[in-house]
């Protein structure tokens, strides 16, 4: 989708430490990336780099750009383009009008919305949803996917959903923010304690009373894969801990949502170690007081990332059920199925194209 759209759209990359700057049409990087050192102490020099930055990418531009778009840390008023109190942005406390700012600036629409929502957009559009589709089609399955739920595994617990094609908002901006469940391993506490870099760290370091201040979770990961030195069990138990708690909150997301899951971000590249506890704990049961046993999902979950089960997935499963009184026959799909992939855009890119393709679906709803 938008693959062949001329127009052009700015996009950033912000994090407290470089802002990166870049620009897409027709689903694809046409300048960039252009790197500057973030400021998020002072918010005037803040605001005058990121007015340098867009204004850099636009000399190099073959055309005028039609819009901004790009992912920025909350909380914030998205709709309204105003940045609340950062921890990682001091100078932004009391709240921040960016969006109006940059509108004034350069003259076009600007689009704000944080990583979370822009993977899942990114991923809808252009990336796991069309290829799960694809693939059914090709396997000759009657099935297709509307709706998705994409989840980013880093420093934080990030998420965003889209439903039909549109992107989940809220009325306060916090559609898809997942990180605040209730951790099932700490009553009290956020999920996000358990699923994000530091969970990793503040595992590991529990169970061995080791210093983990100077461990990052790649290290932790060579320790599980017996290529560094540590405790190996730890280190494996520290991951497995973190997917239970992921799949605890996946699954009570989708019971609301009911779509395909997509996994991103940095931790990804340890899911041989935190997979096999995030799906179980998708495959689990669930009781009554009446001793009934429910499944966890109503839907069977697939690993699509296994070739076996990606197979299974992709079989054709629907039976053909006739109309009362008729000889007409429909396509009756009694199995409910939801694929988990990993995500082959990664992360940075999904929501780079995430951010463009909101830009252009937004403008195009405002004509």
């Not at 636009?58 to 005028?64: E, I, N």
Request: proline share 5%; aromatic share 8%; glycine share 12%.
């Amino acid at each position: 989708m938008y693959e062949t759209d001329p127009r052009i759209v700015l996009t950033l990359d912000a994090g407290g430490t470089n802002l990166v700057f870049s620009a897409i049409a027709g689903n694809r990087e046409i300048v960039g990336p252009i790197h500057f050192h973030s400021e998020p102490e002072d918010l005037d020099r803040m605001l005058s780099t990121l007015v340098e930055g867009f204004e850099a990418v636009r000399r190099q531009l073959p055309g005028a750009p039609v819009a901004i778009s790009f992912a920025f840390p909350g909380p914030a008023d998205y709709a309204h383009g105003i940045i609340g109190d950062l921890p990682n942005f001091p100078s932004f406390r009391g709240g921040v009008a960016l969006g109006p700012f940059l509108e004034q600036k350069f003259g076009i629409p600007v689009f704000i919305n944080n990583d979370g929502n822009l993977f899942a957009y990114g991923e809808a559009i252009s990336g796991a949803l069309p290829e799960v589709n694809a693939l059914l089609e090709r396997s000759g399955s009657t099935k297709r996917y509307r709706n998705l739920l994409g989840v980013t595994f880093g420093t934080g617990f990030g998420a965003g959903a889209v439903i039909d094609g549109r992107l989940l908002t809220g009325d306060n901006g916090c559609g898809g923010d997942v990180w605040v469940f209730r951790n099932k391993h700490h009553e009290g506490m956020i999920c996000e304690e358990s699923v994000s870099i530091r969970a990793i760290r503040r595992v590991y370091g529990e169970l061995t009373g080791a210093d983990t201040v100077p461990l990052t979770p790649r290290d932790i990961f060579d320790i599980a894969e017996g290529t560094r030195e540590g405790d190996r069990d730890a280190a494996r138990e520290s991951f497995r801990r973190f997917g239970e708690v992921a799949g605890d909150v996946i699954s009570q997301a989708l019971t609301i949502i009911d779509g395909i899951v997509v996994l991103g971000g940095g931790l990804t590249g340890a899911a041989e170690y935190f997979m096999p506890a995030l799906l179980a704990e998708m495959r689990g049961e669930i009781g009554s007081f009446a001793g009934d046993r429910f499944p966890r999902l109503q839907m069977r979950t697939f690993d699509l990332d296994t070739p076996e089960e990606a197979a299974e997935f992709l079989r054709e499963k629907s039976v053909p059920v006739a109309v009362p009184r008729s000889e007409k026959r429909v396509r009756y799909h009694h199995v409910r199925q939801i694929p988990v992939v990993r995500s082959k855009l990664g992360a940075s890119r999904a929501i780079a194209l995430g951010a463009y393709a909101f830009a252009i679906a937004e403008l195009d709803r405002r004509q």
